[in-house]
């Protein structure tokens, strides 16, 4: 990990962007750094740059209640390496929700499966270096899209306590298998009327994920109109689990 | 309204006991009583002295954040006189529960519509007392079951500005072009598996609402387990809508 570019905000929040072997990434550690910070993995649906403004406001609200948040570039977005089988599977769903088509489970395996199995792996390696920072102690949580990616995170990774997941993205059917053990609480966030996701399999996979405490948190407006106020629930649920 | 009894909290609440002409009811309001306090009717399925233990800690969660609250029995509930047709309803339903049958629309209609119907008018005038005492100001919302009780207070009571709903009880079908004129603010809390209730019917009047703000908070567990933490999510949701 390789600490490439430094600013600090008024609010005392020092950003750092890294590049992790050929992935980037920004690390968010709240001002006055006393003790080590419990730990946020921001995530999202790739697209560090166009995703920017989003997750800096994220981060400095989680960082206002003393927590560190970080994320990564996806594998396939941003200035990362295009997969051509992953450029197709995009390119037939665009051509099915331009069509008004529904779509099919064959094109969400192709796009998202490999999508996870190359992401979850840079998910852990950046928490091995995140982890070895002294300003940052555990524990640690996951917030955001990418719900599959956070899923088998969730299943993988036993050093994530807790988990807000974004019910915004396309879920592979094999994926509700590994829904069923999860078993760290949940925060699931859906956006009741969003255009680009099927309502009833998101609570499909809500039902089918094997946690003792999740919680669904239903709101309208589309994919990008969350609530402010989830982001203060999202803060209360990790004060709940990342102790 | 007559009050009938008092006792003081050592958080300082007020608790009196009131009649309106035949109906009991409670007041709770906080302690150093600076300005008018904000309202919230405390809606129940009936029953005051079995729900009393809940009521009473739901009161005073909403009175150390600057609230009063008050509840009524319901009609044909605690001590209240019994109508024989809600008598053969409530007897119907139990024969279906036990049976392991569905509850059909027929027995719901005659269990529920009779009760909103007079459970209504009966909110409201205590509203109208209520708002006579110098201690209460506006504004007022509505929190707890039964949905469809709240669900008509919303729609015909002006003086009421947001509520959290209990997705607990059956609501007749018709309730749900009622839930369209439905415009206020709302928090609608649903037991996932909630033996008693069709998660399905009440996924359906949550979309029915037509307010442009409602949020629905799903959590696991059965019907009376609801955590502990919804009662903050509550008090907060008041705190956005009632100033």
């Known amino acids: 990990m390789r600490f490439v570019s430094e600013q600090r905000f008024d609010d005392g929040v020092l950003e750092r962007g890294f590049t992790l072997g050929e992935i980037p990434g920004i690390l968010w550690t709240p001002g006055p750094a006393s003790a080590p910070a419990p730990l946020i993995l921001l995530g999202h649906p790739g697209g560090l740059h166009r995703m920017y403004p989003r997750l800096v406001a994220r981060a400095r609200h989680s960082a206002a209640e003393g927590y560190a948040a970080a994320t990564i570039e996806l594998p396939g977005s941003g200035d990362r390496p295009r997969s051509a089988a992953a450029e197709e599977a995009r390119a037939d769903l665009r051509r ?36 070895a920072l002294p300003e940052i102690g555990g524990p640690v949580g996951y917030a955001g899209g990418v719900i599959a990616i956070g899923t088998r995170l969730a299943v993988v990774e036993p050093r994530l306590s807790a988990a807000v997941l974004f019910a915004g993205s396309f879920v592979p059917r094999r994926m509700f298998d590994e829904a069923r053990q999860v078993t760290i609480p949940l925060l699931v966030l859906l956006q009741w009327d969003d255009e680009g996701n099927d309502r009833q399999r998101a609570l499909d996979l809500f039902d089918a994920f094997g946690a003792e405490e999740k919680t669904l948190h239903a709101n309208m407006g589309g994919h990008t109109g969350v609530p402010q106020f989830e982001a203060d629930a999202g803060n209360r649920f990790f004060a709940r689990h990342l102790t």
């Open 96 to 131: 099915a929700v331009e069509a008004g088509e529904p779509v099919g489970d064959d094109i969400i395996d192709r796009l998202v499966l490999p999508l996870v199995d190359e992401a979850v792996p840079e998910w852990r390696a950046a928490l091995d270096a995140l982890l």
